[in-house]
């Protein structure tokens, strides 16, 4: 019987929405210990550094619950980059791929006023000055804030992406994410290098 499954997740059968969850699971994890991501290839000017970022940015859709999300698989899903756009090309990768049921899309703002309308939002480093007034529009707006800056947890951000050995691995503040009402999957959580309560 094992060895069936084994065979049938080979030749790409997954048997249901927990079966491609763990998948999920298992390509991040496999992001995390080689800092590397399949999907990298088909971004040849972005760093490998902000390939494998994209990749966790499309896996925290898939492994975080928004506050009343429950049933809503129509529409899109978006990811937003407040700032220097540092992915390049890379969020190519994940636009148009599915999350929960809805369609990848990203967007970009200049301005902490223009933040609206997505689901994740990613604070580029070059607005480290604004990062109070991009925090403050983001959790009023139910987004999921999302750095690679140094201090983002300590600031109230959510999840910060970090380097740990030349590896991309990241870190929770738990209680940002639970005053807003976002629920962390406990898969996810385990991956975490850090996590603030």
Known sequence: MRH???KDMLSGWVPGEKARRLLALCVLSLALAAGTHPTALAAPTAT???QVKAAFLYNFLKFVEWPGEAGNSAGTICVGVFGRDP????????R??????????????????????????????????RLPQALKAAHAARMLTVADQ????????????????????FEVNLAAAS?????????????AKNVFE
């Not at 992915?87 to 994940?94: G, I, N, R, Y």
């Open 4 to 6: 069936r499954a084994v």
């Open 150 to 169: 140094d201090g983002f947890c300590e600031a109230g951000g959510m999840i910060n992406l970090v380097s740990v050995k030349n590896r991309v691995g």
């Open 87 to 94: 992915f390049d090309d890379a969020l190519e990768t994940v």
């Open 48 to 50: 490998p550094e902000y």
């Open 179 to 191: 005053r807003a009402r976002f629920r962390i999957s406990s898969q996810l959580l385990k991956l």
């Open 96 to 129: 148009g791929k599915l999350a929960k049921g809805r369609k990848v899309v990203v967007t970009h703002f200049r301005s902490p006023d223009e933040i609206r309308g997505c689901d994740l939002l990613f604070i580029s480093t070059s607005e480290k000055a």
